[in-house]
């Protein structure tokens, strides 16, 4: 079993920068790591994902805003978002892929006022 917990989510105007955090009960060397979000009325959809050897993927909308990184010592992927856009208001959830089992974190609610 694995448990997820994210952090770092908040109220921040457009324009501003915030970091989640989402740390893991397990090691996360191995495994594909994944941060997604659902905002109102919409479906959960794609942010970013990580790979073990550290390739990153990112939705269109996101792409040299947002930053996936990885800290496998700390068991921790990390969500730097910067020049934040009220569209980006939603519930992140971090994503583990371990061994094709799928796990997720509670949320954390990110709100970007315009």
């Known amino acids: 079993q694995v448990q997820l917990a994210e952090s770092g989510g908040g109220s921040v105007q457009a324009g501003g920068s915030l970091r989640l955090s989402c740390a893991a009960s397990v090691s996360i060397f191995s495994h594909v790591m994944g941060w997604y979000r659902q905002g109102p009325g919409k479906e959960r959809e794609l942010v970013a994902t990580?790979?073990?050897?550290?390739?990153?993927n990112y939705a269109d909308s996101v792409k040299g805003r947002f930053t996936i990184s990885r800290d496998n010592a700390k068991n921790t992927v990390y969500l730097q978002m910067s020049s934040l856009k009220a569209e980006d208001t939603a519930v992140y959830y971090c994503r583990a892929n371990r061994w094709g089992r799928i796990y997720w974190g509670q949320g954390t609610q990110v709100t970007v006022s315009s």
């Open positions: 990580i790979t073990s050897d550290a390739s990153t």
